[in-house]
Structures are given as C-alpha cells and as structure tokens.
C-alpha cells in the first residue's frame, strides 16, 4: 500500500499538511468504515435519539484529528518521549485514586469539567511504548534484568487499575505489556516459565477478586442459574445475537435493542445490537474489517526498519485484537462480562481517542520507514 508522504520543507503549513498526507490509504479507508458504521447503530441503540449521536460524532472528530496528528510524529520524537509519556499516565493512575470520580461502585475517571478522562485507557499505548524504549536502548544492566524491570513497568500500573477497580482494562495492560516484552526478544523458556507461574497462581488470585467479578466468571458457564442477576447480560445479549439469525432484522428494527432489553447497549454490548440488526453476514463482515486493519498494523511492523517502532505498531494491532476478541467472546456467553469496549464502535471518547491515537502511531512508523 503506497503511503502518500511530503518532506523537504518545515514551515508549519507544510508540516501540518505533510501531517494530513502521512496516511496509509487503506487504514484510512478502514477507519472512516469503522466510524461509519459505529455512527449507524449508535443511533440505533441509543433509540433513535440524535443527541448521543452528535456527542459521538464530535469524540470521532476530535480522536481523528489526533490520530493525523500522531501519523506526523517522527517515531524517533514518539521514542524521545516515550519515559515522559508513561510518567505522566503513571502520575493520572495515582490521581485517579485519590481525587478520582466515582461511579457505578468504581473510581476511574478524573472529571475535568468539561469531559471525564480515563487514564487506564493512556496505559494501553504508554505501557508497551515504555517496553519498547526499554528494550531497544542499549543494556545498562544484563538482558534478563531488562526484563524483569519491564515485566514490574508493567505490573504496577497493572494493579493501579485493577484497585479502581476495572479488570478488564488491567488484564488488557497485562496482556499487550506482556506481547511488547515477547516481541522485544524474551526467550521461549521463560515465556513458559510465565504461562506455568500463570495458570499456577490462579487459586491464589481468586479469593482476591470482588464477589461480582467471581460470580461474572461462574456465571460464563452456566448464565441461566441466576437469569435476572448476574446472567442477565448474557442471557439478553445471546438472545439477541440469535434472533438475528442470517441477514439481521434490519437497521432500527432489532427489538431486543429498541424495547431496551440489552443492557449497556450503547458501550459494551454494542456488538449484540449489530448483530440482532444486520445477522451473521455482517457481523463476519463487521469482523472481516477488524481482521484487515489488524493485519495492516502488524504487516507494518513487521516491514518496520526500527526495532521500536515494530513492536510499538504490533502492540497496536494486538491491542485492536484483545479488544475484539474479549468485547465478541463476552457478548457472545464464552467469555466473563468484564467491561471491555468493542474498538472504535463503543460510545464513549477515552476509548476512542486511545485506539485512533495507536493507529495514528502505527502511520507515523510506516512513514518513518
């Protein structure tokens, strides 16, 4: 995919307009999609009311000028300030515990007056970024140190988020800190000694979970033991899917969605409402534009020249992939409901700012090569 660049000339038109142009054509297409359709059944699950929509609309606006933003940034800038970066999300988690704004039994936003601001959401982008500044500097300690301090960069601000609590958004920095440290040269010896210490501790970490969030687990596997309870969600989400069998009931017409039977319709379980509207073909198609733009960011990793920028621009495409994975697995009864937002789709902007902005960076090291 050719990718349209401009350089020679610093003036700060020319930098911004170099900015717009340091685009790779079939992402761009990819995301206008995404918004598109996100846009269409917002409308949908919010009862074909227009004013969530236009709130939406300016989040999209406002994410997608930052992600041309980032697309301009050299990535050896982005690698400059990468320690600054995760500095000041560690600096937000802190903050988020103490003065943080409560709501729904949890304490993760930090409201600004005008927006409310998710920090754990800047960890998703800062966490890996600070791995791959670590590991791609030369050694100042011996290699497997390296990894030790990574593997504790990742765990601290893990378990900020999880005290908040939010396990979700802490089992996603787990997981893409966790890649970033692979992809950045761990052996597979130790990646083994890892998963065994895993699955190991398992019996120890499930006393420590809240009551809702083992009985969010139990309940995956038998949802209809307490079906007006903690299966709720399930139960209604799986109806929903099924009813919409092959084509859909078509758009504004899917009724577990418009007599309000789906909760948190708009943000996480958004996916349920697609596929009630528009069935299995277009939840595969859905899926299908997910899959490319996953397959982009990490072909442009691997072609990547610096060894930063590559395991930044694969984290991002793990990351859109996390995300997808357990938003449809959990909507679809085989997973636990733990809160995780459908990538660009969900209604909310800290989501949908940190997702454009990874992409955005993803741009900026194909351009860099």
Not at 296 to 315: D, H, M, N, P, W
Request: charged letters at 10%; one cysteine or more; glycine letters at 10%.
């Amino acid at each position: 995919m050719r990718v349209l660049a401009l350089s020679g000339d610093s003036s700060p038109f020319r930098l911004v307009l170099g900015s717009l142009l340091r685009v790779d054509a079939l992402i761009l297409v990819l995301i206008v999609s995404l918004c598109a359709i996100s846009l269409g059944i917002q409308y949908s699950a919010a009862g074909q009311e227009s004013s969530p929509l236009l709130r939406q609309l300016v989040r999209i606006c406002v994410a997608f000028i930052l992600m041309l933003i980032f697309a301009g940034i050299p990535t050896d800038w982005l690698y400059k300030f990468t320690p600054h970066v995760f500095i000041v999300g560690f600096a937000l988690l802190i903050l988020v515990l103490v003065v943080g704004f409560v709501g729904r039994g949890a304490q993760r936003w930090l409201d600004l007056g005008v927006i409310r601001f998710q920090p754990a959401e800047l960890m998703k982008i800062a966490v890996p970024m600070m791995v791959a500044w670590i590991l791609t500097r030369p050694p100042l300690l011996s290699r497997n140190t390296n990894f030790l301090v990574c593997g504790l960069l990742v765990a601290v601000p893990v378990f900020l988020v999880y005290l908040q609590p939010d396990l979700g958004t802490s089992l996603l920095i787990a997981a893409v800190g966790f890649y970033a440290i692979m992809v950045g040269g761990l052996s597979w010896r130790w990646i083994a000694v890892i998963a065994a210490l895993t699955v190991a501790a398992i019996p120890i970490v499930w006393p420590l979970l809240h009551e809702y969030q083992r009985l969010r687990v139990i309940t995956m596997f038998d949802p209809w033991q307490d079906p007006f309870g903690s299966g709720y969600h399930s139960i209604q989400s799986m109806i929903a899917i099924g009813s919409g069998g092959i084509g859909g009931k078509g758009w504004l017409e899917g009724s577990q969605s418009q007599l309000e039977f789906i909760p948190e319709r708009s943000t996480d379980f958004i996916f349920s409402v697609f596929a009630e509207e528009f069935g299995l073909i277009g939840g595969v198609i859905l899926i299908g534009i997910y899959a490319l733009l996953i397959t982009r960011c990490l072909v442009i990793a691997y072609q990547s020249k610096s060894e930063f920028g590559r395991i930044v621009a694969s984290t991002v495409g793990i990351m859109i992939f996390v995300h997808l994975f357990v938003n449809v697995g959990m909507v679809a009864g085989i997973l636990p409901v733990v809160g995780v937002p459908l990538p660009i789709m969900s209604y909310g902007g800290t989501s949908m700012v940190t997702v454009l902005v990874g992409i955005g960076i993803v741009m900026g090291v194909r351009h860099a090569d």
